[in-house]
């Protein structure tokens, strides 16, 4: 039999929990007979396009292990987004040539929306062409926003760590309030869902727990009404914690980050929302204050990944070889929640051209009355979501990471410019 | 045996380890029979000024076993600073008629150098006034700027987080580099000292690891020299991780945080330092960048809390009675580093009057000629600090904390305002 090559590429916004993926990848394909070799595109499908293909078979085995609890994009990802056929035809004529050089049969590509309809348009284009490749897109993203599945890997493990700041700074606040600080602010991903800013009130148990107000992109802003909340939590509670997604915008759609308030010494704002949401607390208010952004910190925090997340990161991996193996084409493995009193799961799949480009905002029911808190329902989707601490190991107090080679697969064909 | 109690009080910033100095307190003091009761006061001086005093006997020995794992101040803290007592008779007198009118034989105060100046005031005015009071003052800082000891509980927690947080976001940026975010900035606490920024250079294990950059309050900001220093930085390595101080300033010594700088478009620049940092980055080079400012996160991280720091700050409690018991005064127990081959570590002491308002910066030895790393003289020292993960019990994914009931001691004098 002919056995041909795996590709895998890794794309977009990186998460703690992507390389567990790669992991799952290159272990079951190195497990079948009618695949050769795993190459990986080195930061992703710009990668390929250049034809710099790392092949994994060349790395220590040891060291492919610590995928698993390594975060970031272990071979590099990109943000490229393939245009259509039509208007970028040079690219699809590129990748098929790389496709046929590298005899490469099967292609992973393991990222959100954007690059699920880049999966798809790669598996329609190879078969018009004539030289087939299996393709077989893997959910990803911390944002969560894929439609379909019941949540994406990477999503978890912020969740977790959102949920667990929270909790954390907000009896750092607590205990500073009487003499000092009386607001905190944590700004947090998301883009336009607001998932990563809802995991934030599962650090909440009782009544007046912190966090008091969450911003959400799909609730607009109104100042006066969020003001008013604050000044009565400070007089409820002694302190306020906001946690804001960088998606929260006004009613006219305008991101609150962007929208160039100026203080009353005339200074204009610059930069995140949690700075511009903290100077409207203290020039409205006069509470004293403190903010964080935890950006990167957030996606990349292996230290406290969800056992469930990395679970589900691996499973998607698995599947989508075994989907591969079983004939399947232009579908993604999905996580499917099941009926049941406990939370379990299963895989289950998702046609590419049904997945591709849609965002999956929060429910309405999934957001409280007054448009600043998640309600039961919503707790009890996100919970079992950060169930399980997979910790990583550690060596000298610090988390030991995967070290590769990235060893290139010897070129074939002349440079392209990407 | 005429008893006496015990005050304890929580002062200024908290950490993620001060309140396994409050449970190594009343847990030594519970076992003492020449102490009675253990009170504490309610968000500090300030509460103990206002005869609000929390009776730690009507506390769950479950929850007050909880407050090893619990960040933050229990027992709530404050920034108010007693001055002389020529200037401020009134709050001397106070203090002194509410430890007679509580029987309070000894008093602990849980602090940086501010509060151990207070302390020793304290010390000298009771016996002054006839009523002497045992006063121990017990350090706490997490910027490690207390002189004589050899670091500062709740400083090693803080070094870990950073550390393995800038390994972790390092390897985020690494992997979007290629076609998008070049440059990340990570902001941290830190106050005049550079301890915790220093701290990040831990990540590093191999030449060109990051972070490439740390920006020192103890060295003044160059800014052609750190512009041409991320520009090499991302020529060679594909990418630059930079960490700032909060402390960080230029040649007259202003802060980079309150530089007022303009950016090309006119617009002044409000708030921290990272995003200052990320302006220059961008405007100057052109570099796609992002930023994170860990603020609280950093400080209330107790789930990633350094084994070793949360062993010393449970045994600075435990000493700060025993001396007490021993009839010393005055004084605070320090951590003192064994002359060892492997780092070990015993309880010292030092007089408050030697500690107090001294502020220890970093070496020049432990900063690179270049004024932008650390040296290996400066990883030995920090490295210790760091070890062991002290991983919080978790229920439903999220840490446990200690609920405490906080039960008040009846009052018996008048109010006072603070």
């Known amino acids: 039999m002919n056995k041909r090559n795996a590709l895998y590429a890794q794309s977009g916004g990186v998460t703690s929990v992507i390389n567990a993926t790669a992991a799952a990848v290159i272990e079951t394909a190195n497990k079948s007979k009618r695949i050769d070799k795993v190459y990986a595109g080195k930061n992703g499908i710009v990668g390929i396009l250049r034809e710099n293909l790392i092949d994994t078979s060349l790395e220590d085995k040891a060291q492919l292990k610590k995928l698993i609890h ?101 009896l750092d606040v607590e205990s500073m309030s009487e003499t000092s600080t009386k607001v905190f602010i944590l700004e947090v991903m998301g883009r336009h869902a607001g998932w990563i800013a809802a995991s934030a009130g599962l650090a909440a148990e009782k009544k007046n727990d912190a966090p008091h107000i969450i911003l959400f992109p799909e609730v607009a802003f109104n100042q006066k009404k969020f003001l008013n909340k604050v000044k009565l939590t400070v007089k409820t509670c002694g302190y306020c914690v906001i946690v804001v997604s960088e998606g929260a915008q006004n009613k006219d759609g305008k991101f609150l980050a962007d929208s160039g308030s100026v203080d009353s010494f005339g200074h204009a704002q610059l930069g995140g929302v949690a ?71 299963e895989i289950g799949k998702a046609k590419l051209s049904e997945v591709a480009n849609f965002e999956k905002k929060m429910p309405k029911n999934f957001i409280t009355k007054d448009g600043f808190g998640i309600t039961q329902s919503c707790k009890n989707y996100l919970s079992p979501l950060i169930q399980g601490e997979a910790y990583p190991p550690f060596k000298d107090g610090l988390p030991e990471i995967a070290r590769l080679k990235k060893r290139m697969v010897r070129k074939k064909l002349k440079n392209f410019k990407v």
């Open 70 to 170: 390594t975060p970031g994009g272990a071979f590099g990802s990109c943000r490229h987004k393939l245009k259509d056929f039509d208007t970028n035809k040079r690219e699809y004529q590129r990748l098929m040539e790389v496709f046929v050089a590298h005899n490469i049969g099967y292609f992973f590509y393991n990222g959100g929306g954007d690059s699920q309809d880049t999966t798809n348009k790669i598996a329609k284009i190879t078969a018009d062409l004539g030289f087939p490749v299996t393709c077989i897109g893997i959910p990803k993203t911390i944002d969560n926003d894929l439609p379909y599945t019941d949540n994406s890997p990477g999503f978890g493990s912020v969740a977790k760590y959102i949920a667990t700041s929270t909790r954390e700074a907000s």
């Open 275 to 345: 700075p511009y949401i903290a100077f409207l607390v203290g020039d409205r208010l006069g509470y004293k204050y403190h903010w964080s952004v935890s950006d990167y910190l957030q996606r990349s925090a292996r230290h406290i990944s969800s056992q469930v997340d990395l679970d589900q990161a691996y499973a998607v991996g698995k599947a989508a070889v075994k989907m591969a193996l079983s004939g399947e084409n232009a579908v993604m493995p999905i996580i499917v929640r099941k009926k049941s009193k406990q939370y379990s799961w």
